[in-house]
């Protein structure tokens, strides 16, 4: 069998998607050193049950990747039970154990999510709504037998998601999945999602990209034998099954690009009343470019201090240090240099992100730990930058917490 190094082990891949900051492994490996006893029972139980789980994916992982499966969401029973088979040399009674976890249900619910897709655009809109329809003829065919129509439809939809999701803003042919080519190839890796770890998607993706020179019956999966008419017996329930398992992954992955292309699209708008100093009838600046965006983004840097400060009963601007890197803004819909700063006060009893918009007016989100050890959030909205965080000057913030002005009001 051959395969393509990966920067890290599948353990340390996985374990990097599920517990991002390393809290759950501390967690467990503190539990597997409990002592004997009743009152740890419990915990020593979860703790090896967790670990053999991760055992099995690790183990298993691999093979069934190799043939073809997207399985970062099949149950582990599912995989137990393939991977026993492969054990056992049966690689057709693997394939067809996990083929049968994509059923009609999990079908309707990768195409459900095909729905929810977006890329900022009208046009994007309709045009993941004529997916879907497409994709809902894939999966009668798939139900009937018909698994040449099911694969074939599947395979087209799986390049067209890929390029509309990374299309440029600016307009041109997005990246597509099936490619070889360094400079037309998507970028599938995303350490923090299972399904588009090194070793799955980015895996997958360099496997179904292999190309068939010459005409064969092997039965193959590989987009480029059936795509060209090289390989005629391609038209099986597994692979059909494997197809919709590539795309279950591939949706997965293009939901958080489908957003972030829609930030970049909002943020690249202008605006009808630029330069003006008016108001709605809500209250809300009628200049409202980059303010979408903006919120968003303090938002999130927002909500990533306020999980790290419950802990520490203080607040740190280094603990949100890799939300505010050109590359994480920009997935946010902000072009480089983004302008957003972060602050604390001196005894770290608040916490405020900000950022001057194209429009010039400046948002601001802050935040502070009461007396129950609660965070309480404080908003701003002015024409100048805050002068100091809602601990100092909670009259700039609107005086009380929790509070959003109209400029925050998003419709």
Same mark, same amino acid.
Request: with cysteine.
């Given at each position: 069998?051959?395969?393509?190094?990966?920067?890290?082990?599948?353990?340390? /891949?996985?374990? !990097?998607? $599920?517990?991002?900051?390393? &809290?759950?492994? =501390?967690?467990? @490996?503190? +539990?597997?050193?409990?002592?004997?006893?009743?009152?740890?029972?419990?915990?020593?139980?979860?703790?090896?049950?967790?670990?053999?789980?991760?055992?099995?994916?690790?183990?298993?992982?691999?093979?069934?990747?190799?043939?073809?499966?997207?399985?970062?969401?099949?149950?582990?029973?599912?995989?137990?039970?393939?991977?026993?088979?492969?054990?056992?040399?049966?690689?057709?009674?693997?394939?067809?154990?996990?083929?049968?976890?994509?059923?009609?249900?999990?079908?309707?619910?990768?195409?459900?999510?095909?729905?929810?897709?977006?890329?900022?655009?009208?046009?994007?809109?309709?045009?993941?709504? /004529?997916?879907? !329809?497409? $994709?809902?003829?894939?999966? &009668?065919?798939? =139900?009937?037998? @018909?698994? +040449?129509?099911?694969?074939?439809?599947?395979?087209?939809?799986?390049?067209?998601?890929?390029?509309?999701?990374?299309?440029?803003?600016?307009?041109?042919?997005?990246?597509?999945?099936?490619?070889?080519?360094?400079?037309?190839?998507?970028?599938?890796?995303?350490?923090?999602?299972?399904?588009?770890?090194?070793?799955?998607?980015?895996?997958?993706?360099?496997?179904?990209?292999?190309?068939?020179?010459?005409?064969?019956?092997?039965?193959?999966?590989?987009?480029?034998?059936?795509?060209?008419?090289?390989?005629?017996?391609?038209?099986?329930?597994?692979?059909?099954?494997?197809?919709?398992?590539?795309?279950?992954?591939?949706?997965?992955?293009?939901?958080? &690009?489908?957003?972030?292309?829609?930030?970049?699209?909002?943020?690249?708008?202008?605006?009808?009343?630029?330069?003006?100093?008016?108001?709605?009838?809500?209250?809300?600046?009628?200049?409202?470019?980059?303010?979408?965006?903006?919120?968003?983004?303090?938002?999130?840097?927002?909500?990533?201090?306020?999980?790290?400060?419950?802990?520490?009963?203080?607040?740190?601007?280094?603990?949100?240090?890799?939300?505010?890197?050109?590359?994480?803004?920009?997935?946010?819909?902000?072009?480089?240099?983004?302008?957003?700063?972060?602050?604390?006060?001196?005894?770290?009893?608040?916490?405020?992100?900000?950022?001057?918009?194209?429009?010039?007016?400046?948002?601001?989100?802050?935040?502070?730990?009461?007396?129950?050890?609660?965070?309480?959030?404080?908003?701003?909205?002015?024409?100048?930058?805050?002068?100091?965080?809602?601990?100092?000057?909670?009259?700039?913030?609107?005086?009380?917490?929790?509070?959003?002005?109209?400029?925050?009001?998003?419709?």
């Amino acid at each position: 069998m051959t395969t393509v190094p990966t920067t890290a082990s599948i353990r340390a /891949q996985v374990l !990097r998607a $599920l517990d991002p900051d390393g &809290r759950m492994q =501390r967690d467990i @490996e503190v +539990a597997c050193h409990l002592p004997a006893g009743a009152a740890f029972d419990e915990l020593r139980r979860a703790a090896a049950e967790y670990e053999a789980n991760i055992a099995l994916v690790e183990r298993y992982w691999e093979p069934l990747t190799e043939r073809g499966w997207g399985i970062a969401n099949v149950g582990l029973d599912v995989i137990r039970a393939a991977g026993a088979l492969l054990d056992a040399n049966d690689t057709e009674g693997a394939d067809v154990v996990v083929a049968k976890w994509f059923d009609h249900k999990w079908i309707v619910r990768i195409i459900a999510r095909v729905g929810i897709l977006q890329d900022g655009t009208p046009e994007g809109r309709h045009s993941f709504e /004529q997916r879907q !329809r497409l $994709l809902h003829q894939a999966a &009668r065919h798939h =139900r009937a037998g @018909e698994y +040449a129509a099911s694969i074939l439809i599947v395979l087209s939809q799986l390049e067209g998601i890929t390029a509309q999701v990374t299309a440029p803003v600016a307009g041109g042919q997005g990246r597509l999945f099936f490619s070889r080519r360094a400079d037309r190839k998507a970028d599938v890796v995303d350490r923090s999602d299972l399904a588009s770890i090194q070793a799955s998607l980015d895996r997958l993706q360099d496997l179904y990209s292999q190309g068939v020179t010459q005409a064969q019956s092997d039965g193959s999966w590989r987009r480029h034998g059936i795509a060209h008419g090289q390989e005629v017996a391609f038209d099986t329930f597994v692979n059909s099954s494997k197809y919709w398992s590539l795309l279950d992954l591939v949706v997965q992955w293009a939901l958080p &690009r489908g957003h972030e292309r829609t930030l970049k699209v909002d943020a690249s708008r202008g605006s009808a009343h630029a330069g003006s100093q008016g108001l709605d009838e809500r209250g809300r600046r009628l200049d409202d470019r980059e303010f979408r965006v903006t919120r968003n983004a303090l938002y999130e840097i927002c909500s990533h201090q306020a999980s790290w400060a419950r802990r520490a009963k203080h607040f740190d601007t280094r603990a949100t240090d890799e939300l505010i890197t050109s590359k994480a803004m920009e997935k946010r819909g902000l072009r480089a240099p983004h302008g957003v700063t972060t602050h604390t006060a001196d005894d770290r009893s608040s916490f405020w992100a900000q950022r001057q918009t194209v429009s010039g007016w400046w948002l601001a989100r802050g935040l502070t730990l009461n007396e129950l050890g609660l965070i309480d959030v404080w908003y701003y909205s002015g024409q100048t930058a805050p002068t100091g965080g809602p601990s100092l000057d909670p009259d700039q913030w609107g005086k009380h917490p929790n509070s959003a002005p109209p400029d925050w009001e998003g419709d």
